[in-house]
Antibody, heavy 117, light 106 residues
Framework: QVKLLQSGAALVKPGASVKMSCQAS????????LNWVKQSHGKSLEWIGE????????NFNEKFKGKATLTVDRSTSTAYMDLSRLTSDDSAIYYC??????????WGQGTLVTVSS | EIVLTQSPTTMAASPGEKVTLNCLAS?????MNWYQQKSGASPKLWIY???NVASGVPNRFSGSGSGTSYSLTVSSMEAEDVATYYC?????????FGAGTKLELK
């Protein structure tokens, strides 16, 4: 079955960067788009961007350009998101989600990022 | 950017009651997806391509709509349906979610 296993919670200082991972299993990694979604505490969901694992091509929400960098490692079926110059507004749960059925069909368990000094 | 406006923001329904959640798009979209999110859990795909019920979703759930107006209906409310429901459009970039409707049990 499809699984997306995300890295654990991170506590980072303002101005620093954080890199989180999303390891995929149960399907051919290069066959499906991977997306990243942000959920601030108690709030709705925001689409950050998507990556095509076979080529590494990306599309971003304009709001997150310069903030997020998406990469993949095809040898380990793992997607990464790097968030830079962190502020308190970046404190949130970040989800990776795989496309399918014209939707975001499968979701990881989320990675909690807390930005605090 | 297409803005999705969900209504109501919160609603309480009695067991057995029929419930309709709405999602209004600021521009026409080709289809709508719906997600259920329970407290502390990841969102789950609930309805895709406007009216297709995802695997494992009870058949009391249905979706409909076109253009700018979409809805999710629960034919008979059950306690396990308590959750927040979000709509999502993938018709144009940037992809956008609605703010969610919190469904509670009366």
């Amino acid at each position: 079955q499809v699984k997306l296993l995300q890295s654990g919670a991170a506590l980072v200082k303002p101005g620093a960067s954080v890199k989180m991972s999303c390891q995929a299993s149960g399907y051919t990694f290069t066959d499906f788009l991977l997306n990243w979604v942000k959920q601030s505490h108690g709030k709705s969901l925001e689409w950050i961007g998507e990556i095509y694992p076979n080529s590494g091509a990306t599309n971003f929400n304009e709001k997150f350009k310069g903030k997020a960098t998406l990469t993949v490692d095809r040898s380990t079926s793992t997607a990464y998101m790097d968030l830079s110059r962190l502020t308190s507004d970046d404190s949130a749960i970040y989800y990776c989600t795989r496309s399918g059925y014209s939707a975001f069909a499968f979701w990881g368990q989320g990675t909690l990022v807390t930005v605090s000094s | 950017e297409i803005v999705l406006t969900q209504s109501p923001t919160t609603m309480a329904a009695s067991p057995g009651e029929k419930v309709t959640l709405n999602c209004l798009a600021s521009s026409s979209v080709r289809y709508m997806n719906w997600y259920q999110q329970k407290s502390g859990a990841s969102p789950k795909l609930w309805i895709y391509d406007t009216s297709n019920v995802a695997s494992g979703v009870p058949n009391r759930f249905s979706g409909s709509g076109s253009g700018t107006s979409y809805s999710l209906t629960v034919s008979s409310m059950e306690a396990e349906d308590v959750a927040t429901y979000y709509c999502l459009q993938l018709s144009s970039y940037p992809f956008t979610f609605g703010a969610g409707t919190k469904l509670e049990l009366k």
